[in-house]
C-alpha cells in the first residue's frame, strides 16, 4: 500500500502525455511487483515446506 498508492495518485495527476507518464511510472512499478512476485514466492514456498515437515513428522 506504501507504494501503490504514490504511484496510482502520480499516474492519475499525469496528464495527457501517456508516453511520458508510463516512462515515468513502469520503472518503479515493475520493480515492486517484482519484489512481490518474489516475497509471494517465498512465502508459498514456506508453506509447502511446513506443509512437507508436517506430513514427515
Avoid: I, K, Q, Y
Avoid at 492519475?12 to 513502469?26: K, N
Amino acid at each position: 500500500m506504501s507504494l501503490n498508492v504514490p504511484l496510482n495518485n502520480a499516474l492519475d495527476a499525469g496528464g495527457a502525455d501517456f508516453a511520458a507518464v508510463r516512462a515515468r511510472f513502469e520503472t518503479a512499478w515493475v520493480r515492486w511487483n517484482n519484489v512481490r512476485t518474489v516475497l509471494s514466492l517465498a512465502g508459498f514456498g514456506c508453506l509447502v515446506w511446513s506443509l512437507v515437515v508436517h506430513v514427515r513428522s
